[in-house]
């Protein structure tokens, strides 16, 4: 176990209890209000947003709600859903993949000809995610529960075939070797060469794939929160005289960021307090990547020579 | 497929692409049933409109404007900011990425490591605040943080953004293909034959990495539209990408044909700056030549 990789997961697994038992913990609830109220001694009148201070550790929004107890109830909507979304993609994914590496033919190595589909580079990932969502996610009538999964399942969906190419072309190298060829000559059925030799000899990208995908899909709901599709829904507040105004549902992490990202002038702690939870948290993964990669490295990897 | 039949079906294929991709929002409502209806009615109300002319106009906010008019300057600044990206992103990174590749100097490469996985919109908001933050500290205005008018727009910053989230990219992918380069027989053969260094690098080396970058370049190019998007809107920059979706709902509903017209327009944006870069990759393919 190197210390990158024991740095990564302490911080995911710590992430992952707070998710679970944090509410127990926080000293306010999420629907607990923080009112205007007369303070005596100083003849202050306390108005939200608090600052962050003893009795508020993280300090509250605008409306008087406490930052640590939002955070800690969009937390399972982050990281879960982060996880499986990622998890389909791989199993998904990888299957296909592992399919078409062994049935596939082989191509020459890509030069970067330019064909049909290879256009569509120019329209992102998250803008596909955001024209399938946009109609569903202002105002909706539906649980955000409910809608939280309705985007995982279309998250899930569009990462897929990258991840079934990358898969693919990991399993035709390995197709390639001298073990399968003896498998084959031994009449092992193509399902237990897949399953026996082509996965076990690369279960550690899977494992590494996995981890980058959850970065991935975390960085996409960043995006399209930034675009004010957040998940679980938004609510729209329209005012004819203000620009509207968007809320996250789910208190979800990248909507608690998109919502407040235009606070970096004055209550600062609004912006800051989610932002670094999502960095922190995507840090502890790419930790993860990293570590395993080094562990991988150690294993099997060829030193320059210079 | 012969190579003539395929380009002449790029148009017609992509075109019916970006008809079907456009018509989202318009077939998923929000209850939740399927509009295939009103869907097909908005292709159809396209071709209607290309005659009249009425395709190519739009509102924005609730003023209608047309399409051609707006086009041109929108269309340049983007193409301002992705060509500089692209170029200079590629040439920073590719020089970083080689020196990363030689060199042992492990912080550094963690570093770059981590900032190239954090989302692009993290870098440009932290990039935001900290200008905020050293103003409020120092009272000095190291750039500006946002456009607020059109008349006196952000440039700096939004620019700084445009390079280093493609350099980035560039820099880990070089430096990783520069690693694995490096330790290849030839080059330890290259060493015992007592060639110099920084020949070996930039003869022996780059030369057979350079094909990586150019397999590579759907890649990086997709990676540099997302970026548009977010950077754009940030910087409240008036682009393509804004023209198209921040009036992609106006008073009156979904704009389809302005957001047909603002794809197609995008995907021609990415031929053109596709092109610039093969040839830059090109022109480096003939440099580093033995």
């Known amino acids: ?306 | 497929m012969p190579r003539a039949i395929q380009l002449t079906l790029i148009v017609p294929a992509i075109l019916l692409f970006v008809f079907l991709f456009a018509m989202f929002p318009v077939v998923l409502q929000a209850d939740r049933r399927l509009h295939w209806g009103e869907g097909f009615s908005s292709v159809r109300d396209y071709f209607a409109g290309i005659g009249n002319g009425h395709s190519f106009r739009y509102l924005a906010g609730k003023t209608e404007l047309s399409f051609w008019e707006q086009i041109g300057a929108n269309f340049g600044t983007t193409f301002f900011y992705v060509s500089i990206g692209a170029v200079i992103g590629t040439l920073i990174g590719m020089m970083l990425g080689i020196y990363f590749g030689v060199s042992r100097r492990q912080g550094l490469k963690r570093f770059v490591e981590l900032t190239g996985v954090l989302p692009d919109f993290v870098v440009v908001i932290v990039l935001q605040f900290l200008i905020v933050y050293v103003y409020a500290r120092t009272d000095w205005l190291v750039f500006e943080v946002a456009s607020l008018t059109r008349d006196d727009p952000a440039i700096a910053l939004p620019l700084i953004s445009a390079i280093i989230i493609p350099a980035n990219y560039m820099l880990r992918n070089v430096a990783m293909h520069m690693g694995h380069t490096l330790s290849e027989d030839y080059i330890s053969y290259a060493k015992a034959r007592g060639l110099g260094k920084s020949y070996i690098v930039f003869f022996h080396a780059l030369p057979n990495v350079l094909p990586y970058m150019r397999a590579d370049l759907h890649k990086f190019m997709g990676i540099m539209f997302g970026n548009l998007f977010i950077f754009e809107y940030l910087y409240n920059i008036s682009g393509l990408t804004m023209m198209v979706f921040n009036n992609a709902f106006a008073h009156e509903g979904y704009q389809y044909s302005l957001v047909v017209n603002g794809i197609v327009a995008l995907l021609v944006l990415y031929v053109i700056v596709y092109a610039l870069q093969r040839l830059l990759l090109f022109g480096m393919e003939k440099v580093f030549a033995r």
């Open chain 1, 1 to 306: 176990m190197n210390k990158t990789l024991l740095t990564g997961l302490t911080i995911t697994v710590l992430m992952i209890l707070a998710t679970l038992f944090g509410r127990y913990l926080s000293p306010h609830g999420v629907d607990e209000q923080m009112k205007i109220h007369y303070v005596a001694e100083e003849n202050t009148v306390v108005a939200p947003p608090a600052a962050p201070g003893s009795e508020y550790p993280l300090g509250t929004d605008k409306q008087g709600f406490d930052m640590l107890a939002k955070m800690l109830d969009g937390a399972k909507y982050t990281i879960l859903l982060s996880v499986s979304i990622a998890f389909v993609r791989v199993l998904v994914g990888g299957i296909i993949g592992l399919i078409l590496g062994y049935y596939g033919k082989k191509k020459g190595r890509s030069t970067g000809q330019f064909s049909v589909w290879s256009l569509l580079n120019g329209i992102p990932v998250f803008i596909i995610a955001w024209m399938i969502m946009v109609g569903i996610s202002m105002n909706p009538s539906v649980s955000p529960a409910y809608l939280a999964s309705l985007l995982a399942v279309v998250l899930a969906i569009i990462g897929i075939p990258s991840v079934a190419v990358t898969i693919q072309e990991k399993a035709m190298v390995v197709r390639e070797k001298q073990f399968v060829l003896s498998a084959k000559a031994l009449g092992a059925s193509p399902w237990a060469i897949v399953r026996r030799h082509i996965y076990p000899s690369m279960k550690e990208n899977v494992v590494i794939l996995f981890v980058q995908e959850a970065v991935l899909v975390l960085g996409l709901f960043g995006q399209l929160a930034i675009f004010n599709i957040f998940v679980g829904g938004t609510i729209r507040y329209l005012d004819p005289f203000l620009p509207p105004i968007y809320m996250s549902r789910s208190n979800e992490w990248s909507g608690l960021i998109g919502q407040a990202r235009n606070m970096f002038y004055v209550y600062q702690w609004i912006l800051l307090v989610p932002l670094i939870g999502y960095v922190l948290y995507i840090v502890g993964f790419h930790l993860i990547s990293v570590g395993l990669e080094k562990q991988y490295k150690k294993k099997y990897a060829k030193f320059a020579q210079i």
